[in-house]
């Protein structure tokens, strides 16, 4: 069965730092990988899809297919990325399913 | 454009009992997502709705169903509840069925079960 696991449940930084939040994942076929982020009292919401190779608020992911990771990664850290990251899969025939890792609170210290 | 929207935003109800949430997607989006998010097991994917019809299910018992009208508004429906039923329960919307399209989450509805 698939699994998404990303090691870190709490990630401090200070600002100005680079980031870089783990996720692996365990899946035979050819999955979709996704970062969903959740700032505090809002929406999780999608940052950024391996699919699209695109950086969206100076964020960055590659997926590793040979280490089955995808980590998310920025060079320099603002006090504003502080929140929940989630990393996320979706299997070829599954539709919209996501299945989610446990999620990494990311702490950026001024 | 009104995001996804969930009734009610929280819920208390005894064990025994059953509850229905109720989820409104995006205007003109067609498949409809619910998941189940506790601290100890995180984001569960409960199932999902695409026109009217269970798209996928996720490995949750027979207590849990769900169902999709016309206007793309789902509902979830959880009988007997448990204790450990206590949980946010979120639901998400997106255009079509399939990962290339966004997944757009509603606030949730957090349920507690005494």
């Known amino acids: 069965a698939q699994r998404v696991t990303q090691p870190e449940k709490l990630l401090s930084v200070f600002k100005g730092a680079p980031v870089e939040l783990k996720c692996n994942y365990s899946?035979?076929?050819?999955?979709?990988l996704f970062w969903y982020v959740q700032y505090s009292r809002q929406r999780l919401q999608l940052l950024l899809r391996?699919?699209s190779r695109e950086s969206i608020k100076g964020f960055t992911a590659d997926l590793n297919k040979g280490e089955t990771s995808f980590h998310l990664k920025k060079p320099f850290a603002q006090e504003e990325d502080s929140a929940m990251y989630y990393c996320?899969?979706?299997?070829?025939?599954?539709?919209?399913?996501?299945?989610f890792g446990e999620g990494t609170q990311l702490t950026v210290n001024p | 454009k009104a995001g996804v929207t969930q009734t009610p935003r929280y819920l208390i109800k005894t064990r025994g009992q059953q509850v229905t949430l109720s989820c409104s997607p995006i205007?003109?989006?067609?498949?409809v997502s619910w998941y189940q998010q506790t601290p100890g097991q995180g984001l569960q994917f409960l199932f999902e709705?695409?026109?009217?019809?269970?798209?996928n299910k996720g490995n949750f018992p027979g207590r849990f169903s769900g169902r999709q009208f016309s206007n793309s508004r789902s509902e979830m429906n959880v009988s007997t509840l448990e204790l450990g039923d206590s949980a946010l329960y979120l639901c998400?919307?997106?255009?079509?069925?399939?990962?290339?399209?966004?997944?757009?989450f509603g606030p949730g509805t957090r349920l507690t079960v005494l």
């Open positions: 998400a919307s997106s255009l079509h069925s399939g990962s290339q399209y966004e997944q757009f």
């Open positions: 899946y035979s076929g050819s999955p979709e």
């Open positions: 391996h699919i």
């Open positions: 996320a899969l979706s299997e070829e025939t599954s539709g919209s399913r996501l299945t």
């Open positions: 205007s003109g989006h067609r498949s």
């Open positions: 709705y695409f026109s009217e019809t269970q798209r």
